[in-house]
């Protein structure tokens, strides 16, 4: 499976822009990149999901370039309430074939101050 | 709807003692999943099932087992619980590639 690599932590201000930039070299044809987002003594939250190119939610956008090994984040204009943990996970559809399963690694703190 | 409910959400046990951690889905999905995450860390996958009947171990299967007793229902039980236990447990259910997480469960293990 895919591994994933993203900075540990970021730190913004409200009403800017926040962008958070997973690797992933070893991403198969098949796989997805998909982002959630966890606030402390909650489950993750699904953010948005993507396969090539741009996709646009009301929450945010993701940018993956022509050659897949990297994707980015996009959270326009932050708020306080944004502060949480974001995860990149890299997977096949559906999400786990035999042993291979969803990894979510550490994840991204984003911390964002008045 | 109600997603993904786990019942207990706190739950404190002594070494060795058993207990089951319940999860329960409404969104008529076939896969289910448990999780734990240790502090500051990122989810671990215990045990994954695709459908009704069906379990497969995830990364850190040691120490539980899971039933998957209906389609809407998949359990996660700790034979004999020992301290290492001590963390927070999620179930999710799934359609395609989104999951979609329940409040967890936070267990303690003395």
């Known amino acids: 499976l895919a591994k994933t690599t993203q900075p540990i932590s970021m730190d913004s201000y409200e009403g800017q822009e926040v962008n958070i930039t997973c690797s992933h070299n070893n991403i198969a044809t098949n796989d997805y990149i998909t982002w959630y987002q966890q606030f402390p003594s909650q489950g993750p939250r699904f953010i948005i999901q993507g396969y090539k190119t741009k996709v646009t939610n009301e929450v945010a956008s993701l940018f993956i370039p022509a050659d897949r090994k990297s994707s980015t984040l996009s959270l326009p204009r932050v708020s306080l309430s944004d502060t949480a943990v974001y995860y990149c996970l890299v997977g096949p559809e559906g999400g786990y074939t035999g042993r291979r399963a969803l990894t979510f690694g550490s994840g991204t703190r984003l911390q964002v101050q008045p | ?110």
Not at chain 2, 15 to 44: E, F, K, V
Request: net charge positive; glycine share 8%.
């Open chain 2, 1 to 110: 709807n109600a997603g993904v409910t786990q019942t207990p959400k706190f739950q404190v046990l002594k070494t060795g003692q058993s207990m089951t951690l319940q999860c329960a889905q409404d969104m008529n999905h076939n896969s289910m999943y448990w999780y734990r995450q240790d502090p500051g860390m990122g989810l671990r996958l215990i045990y994954y099932s695709a459908s009704e009947g069906t379990t497969d171990k995830g990364e850190v299967p040691n120490g539980y087992n899971v039933s998957r007793l209906n389609k809407r229902e998949f359990s996660l039980r700790l034979e004999s619980a020992a301290p290492s236990q001590t963390s927070v447990y999620f179930c999710a259910s799934s359609v395609k590639e989104t999951q979609y997480f329940g409040p967890g469960t936070r267990l303690l293990v003395l």
